[in-house]
């Protein structure tokens, strides 16, 4: 099939999945807006689904995004204040309520089966055709390092909206013309008379204004807040212990709960008993739990830690588990997998077979490479608090997908979406686990047997880690011919892995067929902007059965690892650089080169180091951000020591530098973590791994030393919160091998090197 | 049983097993400390009893024999404790679950050593698990209080 036809028919399934999640989503007309979802209090005027503003002068701005660290609530909020000309620190911003009215078109721009620095027609149209799905499916989510890429334009417009009615308003009240009328620091004056009015004064009046549908945006050179590092809107929270979390709700007259679900994902309990498990002081009810999650028990409690007590007492056997029950076996599906071939090709330039035919063996480099199921272990557990109560259901969680789990836990319910609430609590990390709904559903369920009570329901580290779902696993088998120059002539990837859009829409709309192939599973190794002459990378669909999910950076988490070291081990067998190797084939992406020379130029990459260390690099172009990065490790007494970090990140345009500084490292430390040492892996169709002591993460001692550079060249604006990870582990394994002379393709890395 | 928290005599009517932490959370509704792991692995939990960090988590509180400080006690929004002053000067918090946490541990750090060395930091600091990635800013902001602390 044409590569138009294939992409048609993707996007009409995309379509199809919206219209058979029915009442999920909201009806929207493409041109009509949802309905605004705020409502006004006493002495207070709503302009839009984002503006607030108080007669006593107090501005109110909805920042409809999961507030997970990566401070979308700051830039979202500052983006607004930008326009209406106010000081960040004048503005309080909240979350506002779960809405189709704040769908994020922008996770699915990218969604579609073309680079990112595809801008063909074609692409262009796809992205904005698929933009228009998110609008009409209405979903309310954070994810994709979308969330200021989604807001730049429609958050400006929500301030610069409020702004004119404003004007409008003071212009009719002072009987002047609006254009006479300038605005500051939330007061209106009139300069020519000297009079002036707060926006209190005016807000009544001006939110009865007519609101202009395409407000004019103020140009970049006269920003006094965007591109400037702000003090983030939440820090006095979060440095003194405010209660602000998902596990922090309190509601007068609450229960505690906790749930045991079957160690092996899915399965249902084949015999319990739960007498231990109720006589456990405290305890209020254990109650069996059946969802498209799996099977299991809920307990509910006076407290928490009575609820954790008789959860470990209901003595129970589970069933079987429906995929293969150990690491051996699912490792060995996965070269099956890749033995069976017939992937789908999502990249195929030149001729790869030709290509090969007739390769001399000393020009062929060939490899094969793998890395694990990983837990996303947030600091929070998984957690929600739910109230059933006159027939309508309250719900407060920590979530990034409010309005399907809103949807779920109405299904579970039994109750219209109408008389469900979510309200979405601040999150001690996302990473992708909270675009789940299993912690709502179970509490939702849980809140149904509490007659009318609330009921805070927190897993044990035990059971976040254990559950899944997971980053899939995956294994690639790579090959390249190499040319008489050393460059490449061909590279062939191969790369077998569950797909991650299908477990998730089973999960959540389990009677939509998925078929076609995923993107994800290729993602960060398709798409990367080098010129080879043949160069396919094709994904094999391996439905283990386990469930997997998003993981920080998704499917470049760990395709960046294929694809940078792979290209490493290239550059070492044609004798070149790796800086020159990347540099010469990415000759057609000046974007790409600039941020390869300055982490080149930051690092000092060339220069002598003194025996025992060595230095790592690693390019990755995801969600809209071109990074590389350089890794430098040093030979210790006590294990290999990740001295420092390099990273240079072009995003195009970076609203709050601070903000932007903060998440690159993030992201090079979570990726950094899973490289070195963590995995999941299953025994007897049970996860090993519990908690911190066996799946752990970076520690303070472990630090690097880190530098970022952030350019703005590239032409369109990236993401931010996920684009540090991809090249994370291969710039660490590729200074190993610079160290070590070891090849290492396998993560974590811990299985050959011993970390400081 | 009668328990000290942040200077309040409080009556808890709890099993003497029960973990500080949850005393603390569920019956006391004091909310700064945060459950991340229960084992005393993550360092989320952390409080002081008589000034000495201890993991509430693992510390069952009929055995809490002294008075108890969680971040609560250390200061408030009008008047923060230098070292919360530092974390805010330092733009430290992502997420911020772990942050109370990491507060109280530097807290106790700097009573014990006014002016911390990296290896002093990272050896006090190790215990406090932080998955944002944060660590970077934590050490900047530890030193930053050893100065104002040291000035003051």
Redesign the interface.
């Known amino acids: 099939m044409s590569r138009l036809g294939t992409i048609t028919r993707r996007t009409l399934l995309v379509g199809a999945a919206v219209v058979a999640g029915g009442a999920a989503f909201g009806y929207y007309s493409y041109r009509r807006p949802y309905e605004n979802p705020l409502e006004a209090d006493e002495g207070e005027a709503v302009f839009n689904p984002f503006v607030k503003i108080g007669a006593d002068n107090s501005i109110t701005v909805i920042a409809p995004r999961a507030e997970m660290g990566q401070g979308v609530s700051t830039t979202l909020a500052a983006l607004v204040a930008e326009e209406l000309d106010v000081e960040l620190g004048a503005v309080r911003v909240e979350h506002g309520p779960t809405s189709w009215a704040y769908y994020n078109a922008g996770a699915m721009e990218e969604s579609v089966p073309f680079a990112f620095y595809n801008d063909s027609a074609v692409a262009q149209f796809v992205r904005d055709s698929i933009g228009v799905v998110g609008r009409i499916a209405g979903v309310q989510s954070t994810g994709g390092s979308a969330t200021i890429r989604d807001g730049y334009v429609r958050m400006r417009k929500a301030g610069a909206a409020a702004r004119i009615m404003l004007t409008a308003a003071a212009a009719k009240r002072l009987g002047v013309p609006a254009d006479e009328i300038g605005s500051a620091n939330g007061i209106l004056t009139h300069e020519v008379s000297r009079r002036s009015l707060t926006y209190g004064e005016v807000a009544l009046d001006a939110a009865s204004e007519e609101a202009p549908d395409d407000p004019p945006l103020r140009d970049r050179s006269q920003w006094r807040l965007l591109g400037k590092s702000q003090k983030r809107v939440d820090m006095m929270d979060k440095v003194t212990g405010a209660p602000i979390f998902g596990i922090d709700m309190r509601q007068p007259d609450m229960l505690f709960g906790t749930v045991r679900m079957s160690p092996r994902l899915g399965a249902k309990p084949v015999r319990s008993d739960v007498t231990k498990a109720e006589a456990v002081p405290g305890v209020v009810k254990v109650v069996p739990l059946d969802t498209s999650y799996g099977g299991g028990f809920g307990v509910i409690a006076e407290n928490s830690w009575a609820a954790f007590r008789a959860a470990d007492a209901i003595d129970v056997e589970w069933g079987d588990a429906s995929y293969p029950s150990d690491s051996e076996t699912i490792d060995r599906m996965l070269r099956d997998r890749l033995d069976e071939g017939g992937g789908s090709a999502f990249r195929d330039d030149g001729d790869i077979e030709g290509s090969f035919a007739d390769a001399p063996a000393d020009q062929v480099v060939a490899a094969e490479y793998s890395y694990p199921f990983l837990a996303h272990a947030c600091m929070e557990p998984m957690n929600a608090t739910a109230r059933r109560k006159d027939g309508k259901l309250e719900l407060w969680a920590p979530c990034q997908m409010p309005t399907i789990t809103r949807w779920l836990c109405s299904g579970v319910a039994g109750i219209d979406q109408t008389d469900v609430t979510l309200t979405v609590t601040s999150m001690g990390g996302g990473f992708g686990r909270r675009l789940e709904s299993d912690f709502a559903i179970y509490a939702t369920l849980l809140a149904m047997e509490a007659d009318g009570r609330p009921v805070n329901v927190t897993w044990t580290r035990e059971a976040d880690t254990r559950h899944g779902p997971f980053r899939p696993a995956a294994r690639g088998r790579f090959r390249a011919r190499l040319g008489d120059d050393g460059l490449p002539v061909a590279v062939d990837m191969d790369i077998a892995a569950p797909s991650v859009t299908r477990s998730f829409v089973h999960r959540g709309l389990p009677w939509v067929p998925m078929v076609m192939p995923d993107k994800i599973t290729v993602d960060g190794a398709w798409d990367q902007p080098y010129t080879i002459p043949s160069y396919r990378v094709s994904a094999l669909d391996a439905d283990l059965g386990i469930p997997v999910a998003s993981w920080r950076s998704v499917g470049a988490s760990g395709n960046g690892f294929f694809h940078e070291c792979f290209l490493d081990e290239i550059a070492a067998a044609g004798g070149v650089d790796p800086i020159e190797l990347r540099r010469r084939l990415m000759a057609d992406y000046p974007t790409a080169v600039g941020v390869v020379d300055k982490v080149a130029e930051m690092s000092g990459w060339g220069e002598q180091l003194p025996m025992g260390k060595a230095k790592g690099v690693a390019f990755t172009l995801a969600f809209g951000g071109w990074v590389a990065e350089v890794v430098q490790v040093a030979d210790t007494p006590d294990g290999i020591r990740i001295e420092k970090v390099w990273a240079a990140a072009d995003i195009g345009l970076a609203l709050d530098p601070g903000i932007v500084e903060a998440q690159i490292v993030s992201g090079v430390i979570y990726g950094l973590s899973a490289a070195m040492g963590q995995e999941i892996t299953f025994a007897d169709g049970m996860v090993v791994q519990s908690n911190f002591h066996d799946f752990d993460a970076m520690r303070m001692h472990q630090c690097p030393e880190f530098e970022v550079a952030i350019l703005e060249n590239s032409p369109k604006m990236g993401g931010v919160g996920e684009i540090g990870t991809p090249p994370a582990a291969p710039a660490l394994a590729n200074a190993i091998f610079a160290l070590t002379g070891k090849r290492l393709r396998d993560l974590p890395l811990s299985r050959e090197v011993k970390f400081a | 049983m009668q328990i000290t928290i942040n200077g309040n005599v409080r009556e808890l009517d709890v099993?003497p097993e029960?973990?500080l932490l949850?005393a603390l959370?569920?019956?006391a509704?004091v909310?700064?400390?945060?459950?991340?792991?229960?084992?005393a692995?993550?360092g989320?939990c952390t409080v002081f009893i008589d000034g000495q960090p201890v993991r509430s988590c693992v510390m069952p509180v009929g055995q809490v024999s002294g008075a108890v400080t969680?971040?609560?006690g250390l200061?408030?929004?009008d008047a923060?404790h230098p070292v919360?002053q530092a974390?805010?000067d330092e733009?430290?918090?992502?997420?911020?679950?772990?942050?109370?946490g990491q507060?109280m541990s530097a807290v106790a750090l700097l009573a014990e050593i006014p002016n911390p060395t990296d290896e002093d930091?990272?050896?006090a600091?190790?215990g406090?698990?932080?998955?944002?990635?944060?660590?970077?800013?934590?050490?900047a902001a530890v030193k930053r209080a050893a100065r104002s602390m040291g000035e003051a």
């Open positions: 099993d029960m973990p949850w959370r569920d019956v509704g909310l700064g400390p945060k459950f991340g792991c229960g084992i692995a993550c989320a969680t971040i609560e200061g408030e929004p923060l919360q974390w805010i733009q430290v918090p992502q997420c911020g679950y772990c942050q109370a507060i930091i990272d050896k600091m190790s406090n698990l932080c998955r944002c990635g944060t660590y970077p800013r934590i050490r």
